[in-house]
């Protein structure tokens, strides 16, 4: 199955803008799926978002975005900062491939500024196509290696994740987290980063992939573009017949015991 990351640069606060380029990408590409960075829909901006609610989306509001979905058949996971009755949700929704909303994963570990505009999600969302089941997460949700273990004890393949690492510290995480999740959970491990400056920050690209031994298969380049990745189930099964990480977890670590 084929996974498109679409390492496209968001108009500050330009929702239509960025929802009409998205579908442009989405007819060219009519891959099995299309994903979109973190908060795509009007960039990365939880200061903005705050002060301009018509930034935060209902599921009903990806008009030509869904259009484009069901024209090419394709699954798109679009970063949003979806409405809700309480705080927006930052968000991946999921589009099927006949442009309805299949689904809506929100993120779960909020950063700095996040935490005063977001609510945060408290569930997993995983994407069953053809065969491959893809396990989604955004950004700084990658540092936590709970969320791509339970992915990957729910028979995941691949986890996902939408992402916005500015330039900085960040960047040294940022190459830490997603090959240490792959290898330690044998499943293919995506981000689709964002790229370009949005509200004073630098955003490095580099989306990328890694096998389900934690080896590099792909990384892209600091500006816009699109790259894309082969998941393969069976080459999930073929490397745990020798890394056994899920199956030798000792149920012993769950105890500590102290001397002083």
């Not at 239509?16 to 990365?44: H, I």
């Not at 980063?193 to 792909?218: C, D, H, M, T």
């Not at 977890?249 to 500590?256: F, I, N, Q, R």
Request: glycine share 12%; with cysteine.
């Amino acid at each position: 199955m084929k996974i498109a990351l679409g390492q496209l640069a968001s108009r500050p606060g330009d929702v239509g803008t960025n929802l009409k380029r998205a579908a442009g990408l989405v007819r060219d590409l009519k891959t099995d799926v299309l994903a979109l960075p973190e908060l795509f829909t009007c960039g990365y901006d939880p200061e903005g978002i705050a002060a301009n609610p018509a930034w935060s989306l209902s599921t009903q509001d990806f008009g030509p975005l869904a259009e484009a979905a069901a024209e090419a058949r394709t699954w798109v996971l679009a970063g949003a900062s979806v409405a809700t009755e309480g705080k927006p949700r930052n968000a991946i929704v999921v589009l099927g491939p006949d442009g309805a909303v299949r689904g809506r994963y929100d993120k779960n570990h909020l950063w700095g500024r996040e935490k005063q505009v977001f609510e945060a999600g408290s569930g997993l969302l995983m994407l069953d196509v053809g065969g491959v089941s893809i396990g989604l997460g955004v950004c700084y949700d990658a540092g936590f290696p709970e969320l791509s273990r339970a992915y990957a004890r729910a028979g995941a393949h691949a986890v996902l994740f939408c992402s916005a690492f500015a330039t900085g510290p960040t960047e040294h995480r940022y190459r830490v987290y997603h090959p240490a999740r792959a290898l330690e959970n044998t499943v293919y491990t995506l981000v689709v980063n964002a790229v370009g400056e949005l509200a004073g920050e630098r955003y490095f690209g580099e989306s990328g992939a890694w096998s389900p031994a934690g080896q590099p298969l792909i990384t892209a380049g600091r500006r816009e573009g699109v790259s894309i990745v082969d998941i393969s189930a069976a080459e999930v099964a073929r490397t745990r017949e020798h890394l056994t990480y899920l199956t030798d977890l000792s149920p012993g670590v769950d105890h500590v015991a102290r001397v002083s």
